[in-house]
């Protein structure tokens, strides 16, 4: 199981995420602003809000995804 030690809000509506295992990946999240909750997403504010809490990365009490699921659609990240 990956743990997330880190995410931050990048540019064009991506975030990176470092896992504990040291391993970096950006998740596009463009395609879920149409989505459900994930429209408040569009917002840049909303957006840039971004945190983990208990595990899972966050933006305010509604809107989550959780570690296996952003591991496994994401894509690496090459400094």
Sequence with gaps: MNRIKEVEA??????LITFDNGEKRIKDMKPYLEKGVFKKL???QVF???KISYGT???GED???CAD???????????
Excluded: A, R
């Design 69 to 79: 699921s952003i591991y496994e659609t994401s894509d690496g990240y090459e400094e």
């Design 63 to 65: 809107i989550d995804l």
């Design 42 to 44: 569009k917002d840049e």
């Design 57 to 59: 990365v966050t933006w």
């Design 10 to 15: 990048m540019e064009d509506y991506k975030i």
């Design 48 to 50: 840039k809000s971004v």
